[in-house]
């Protein structure tokens, strides 16, 4: 608000622009009559005045407030005098003088609509946007820039939709026109030919609306659903490339909604809205005009509704944005709830946990009917106070048309014609009005659509290194590293240690040693705090990423299979593999044999996510998927903990068979390992020990206490 002492000032100076004009008066002795002409041209001439004097007086930030009240403080009267001059139909005229009461009066009352006013639309230097709603417009609005930026491929049909917008909606203003002039005729004496050229006008209007409507809603869905394709294209690149501590925190469902729902929302909000504001926009001047041509009086009148609606809808956003925010967080539980009940069915059923998933969905369910239920009360009132605004202008806007009509200032059709364009005008101006603020509240939408679509990854790029020759040694320099999730807990403490070239090498140790944080690092899921994972001696993120990634392979403890066939899932990622190269690689990994027998062989489908296979054969078939690459570097995690003895022997046979592969074995059964070239015991994240199965069993420390400890295990559970 500006400071008090400049609205005093700016009143002091307008108190004696109306002494001044009195003692003008005076000095005509009462010949001179202020009529509506020169009230309006007196007015105008303070406007000026004050408005300068506003600008010297009001604080910088406070000069648009200032300015509206003085706009309001000058016109008011020149506009009072002339609703007062359509309702009376005679002019009035202040005589002899202007009262101190009605220079008051005028004050005050320009106080009050000027705070109604401000209300209902808060300007930019009203206290209700204050620095950081600002922002946040500028913001909205930088984003649908960056949505139409978006749309830039697409400005042939979108400027084709357009063209036809701006068709459709001047032809749809001109329907009542027509409608007016049918409906004179036959109220008047009937004339055959203006009535079939009024007819004719009016099919005409409405034949080429209706079809320029057609073409723009056929083209802006065109271009709608190829912005859609393109974002949804983008987003999904990137979320290809982030590093997995943040699919760890962002949970799969909300990664999903934002690909699907939200970037539909973005555009189909976004998109809909400026079709809805030119739309409204072409409408309004058209109608505007038409309806001027008609009456003034009844268009003044129409325009007073606005400004009551708009302080309404002001009320009722406030309101629509809080429930709107609250079920769109009850919807995402919701779907959360669903997606990790039906996911995880198997678990559900085993901990006979149903009646809870049931109970947690309902409770849910009834959060969000709530509110569903409170928002429709909100919505009904909001719709009848409306209602009630509407209607009673209506009724206003009758009366004086019937007052025009009697004093032949207006026919009937043309009455008929307004009331048309009336009811579509008031339309019009309230997408006017409200669509530019439901653009940038929809706008929020892309927000998070932008915001995962701009995210950069939190590894270090990788390099371009491709080195024709590797010899696949691999180094831990000093490793200490922590999940992002959990900064304050280290899973790797200083960590030393070395992967000899085409050796084998097992990680073992107790649960929670960090074995798998050392795989996770070699695949450069995560980056280390400290130190440095070294491949051949130089640091794994100088090498390019393809590169590594052909280099490498690792088949885990639970491996992710996609729904698809066998042979699918086996050259998955490759592109032209021969039926030879996948045979053999399932040979290597001891599944052929249970494939042949199969119906389809190696088109057999392994169903989602290969829920039609056991775990072990889950795990054979991803054995295959690594050695059909040939990797330099093979990592087993738990790989074959699944697998018969038999089956497991036959795999570690072809894998030791395998000259200068650099191999990463990790296993808890320590038979298994027995006959790696290394083994490295871990526990609390830190290298224990290291040697051969030999030398570790002489030394007589953790790895023999741990290897007798399993071994009495077993022999218990064998008695
Ligand atoms: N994704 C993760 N986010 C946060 N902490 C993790 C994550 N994975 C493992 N940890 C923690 O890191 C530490 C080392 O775990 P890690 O999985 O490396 O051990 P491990 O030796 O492979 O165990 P196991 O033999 O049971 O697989 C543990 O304290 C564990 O709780």
Known sequence: MAHPIAYVIVLCCDLTLWLSLLTGLLWFEGTFRLDLIWLSAFRTLSWVVLNGASSVVGYKSSRPLLKHWVALLCFLPAAYETVQTLFSGTQRGFTPVPTLGMVVLNAVAATLVYLVWEKAFPSNGSPKKDAKNERKDQEAKALLLRVIHYSKPDFLYLGAAFLFLILAALFESCIPYYVGKVTDVLSGKYKHGKF?????????????????TGLRGGLFMCSLSRLNKRIRHLLFQNLMKQEISFFEENKPGSLTSRLVSDTDKMGRSVAMNVNILLRSLVKTCGMLVSMLSLSWQLTLLTCVEMPILALLQNYYNIF????????????AEIEQLASSAIGAVRTVRSFRAEAQEQKGYEEALNRKLQIQIRKGIYSAVHLLLRRFVTVSLRVAMLLLGHHLISSGQLSNGSLLAFVLYQKEMVTSMKHLVFVYGDILNTVWSAEKVFQLLDRRPKVREAGDLVPKKLEGKLTFENVTFSYPCRPNEKALKSVNLELREGKMTALVGPSGGGKSSCISLLQRFYEPQEGEVLLDGVPLHHYQHQYLRNQMAAVSQNPELFSGSVRYNIEYGLHGCTMEKIMEAARRASIDEFVCRLEQGYDTDVGECGKQLSSGQKQCIALARALIRHPKILILDEATSYLDANTQHAVQETLSGSAGQTVLVVAHRLQTIEKADHIIFMENGMVMEQGTHEHLMARRR???????????LDSDQQN
Not at 196 to 212: D, E, H, P, T, V
Not at 702 to 712: N, S
């Open 320 to 331: 629509y944005q809080f429930k709107r925010q609250e079920l769109q967080d009850c919807k």
């Open 196 to 212: 079939k050229w009024a007819i004719g006008f009016m099919s005409l209007y409405s034949f080429g609306s209706s079809m320029f």
């Open 702 to 712: 953790r790895y023999y206490q741990l290897r007798e400890k399993l071994f009495t």
